[in-house]
């Protein structure tokens, strides 16, 4: 069964990369991804994921998500996390976790899902993608913002849009 599961992701996987443009940044996610085991969300489907039951994670370390964040994301961050971060969402919700490109968000995922999370989604292409799509990015404060943070020089490459921070 999990080999079916594993798959049906690499499968899904292919088509949700068809969404990113730049041909470098598919590949490298392409790679990334194999390594992978939580479900995909592609950045359509999570724009119509009811908002109503849905919890979202950054995944990412406090000095990235000061910088910006998806709004309404809580950070949870990634080398300090602890499930007590999360003690009041319900097992059933749908939780989208997210991190610079999806790495360090699918560690999490697994970790929630392991805890028994029946509905954890990593957002495929991360943050990263989420700007370089064009959507709205917001301060520790709730003020939208242009900057991102790209966790280091090497990684800025990935970034198109928006003004880069590391």
Known sequence: M????????CFLSTGLNAQIKNPEFRQMLDS???????????I??????DKHNLYILDTREEEEYEVSHLKNARK?????????????????STIVVYCSVGSRSDKIAEKLIEAGYKNVFNLHGGIFEWVNQGHPVYKKNGVQ???IHTFSKEWSRWVERGTKVN
């Open 76 to 92: 949870v961050g990634y080398f300090w996390f602890d499930m007590r971060k999360i003690y009041d969402i319900p097992q059933t």
């Open 145 to 147: 913002t242009s900057e």
């Open 2 to 9: 999990r080999k079916y599961f594993l798959i049906l992701i």
């Open 44 to 49: 359509k489907d999570f724009l119509k994921l």
């Open 32 to 42: 990334l991804y194999q390594k992978n085991t939580t479900p995909l969300i592609s």
